[in-house]
Structures are given as structure tokens and as C-alpha cells.
Nanobody, 122 residues
Framework: QVQVVESGGGFVQAGGSLSLSCAASGTIFTINGMGWYRQAPGRQRELVATTNSGGGTNYADSVKGRFTISRLNAANTVYLQMNSLKPEDTAVYYC????????????????WGQGTQVTVSS
């Protein structure tokens, strides 16, 4: 079983910065993808940024140039540095981790964290 726990988030004024972190623990053989998603009230969950095992990254157009995703493989941890925050960034941010908890067939996992609130005031 794999657990994913986010930390960080909070309240900030527009133009400010916040940092999120997410750590995966439990029975982990390897982690492939790690990423951040967000869901604002009344809206569907959307991709914010992802990173793969090779270090490649992908960002939503709305956050390019403002957010940076990074990963510390040795600690099974992914970070999201958010700068120049806007009120429209207000949402619950969720961490997602995909990988394998063993080397055989059917060992893949796709686990979500509980979410952390980010609120940006205008």
C-alpha cells in the first residue's frame, strides 16, 4: 500500500509565493510519474504540472513561467514552487503518484493525496 501526503499551501495575496510538497511512502518499488492537479469550486480537477522518471516536465499553459515542479527521487518527494500567484490559482491542490510496488504483473499503483488548500486573495 502506498500513501501520499501533501504539505504546504495556505493563504497568500496576489503576486505572492507558496510552496507545496508531497511525499510518497509505503511499499514502493519504483515511481514513474509524480504530479500536481487542482480543483476549484464548481470546476473539474485539472492538471497543473507533472514530472516523469527521466526528469521531463509538463505544465498547464496557465501556470507556465510561474510554477516550477521538482522531484527528489531518493525521498520519493515532489515539490511545486508557485510564484506570482493569481486569485484564479485558488483551488485544492492534489498530488498524484504513479509507479509500481513490486516488479511483477499487476503491481502498478496510482495514488492521490488528500489535497491541500491554496487561497490567493486579490
Amino acid at each position: 500500500q502506498v500513501q501520499v501526503v501533501e504539505s504546504g499551501g495556505g493563504f497568500v495575496q496576489a503576486g505572492g509565493s507558496l510552496s507545496l510538497s508531497c511525499a510518497a511512502s509505503g511499499t514502493i518499488f519504483t515511481i514513474n510519474g509524480m504530479g500536481w492537479y487542482r480543483q476549484a469550486p464548481g470546476r473539474q480537477r485539472e492538471l497543473v504540472a507533472t514530472t516523469n522518471s527521466g526528469g521531463g516536465t509538463n505544465y498547464a499553459d496557465s501556470v507556465k513561467g510561474r510554477f516550477t515542479i521538482s522531484r527528489l527521487n531518493a525521498a520519493n518527494t515532489v515539490y511545486l514552487q508557485m510564484n506570482s500567484l493569481k486569485p484564479e490559482d485558488t483551488a485544492v491542490y492534489y498530488c498524484n503518484v504513479k509507479g509500481y510496488h513490486c516488479s511483477g504483473f499487476g503491481c502498478n499503483f496510482d495514488t492521490w493525496g488528500q489535497g491541500t488548500q491554496v487561497t490567493v486573495s486579490s
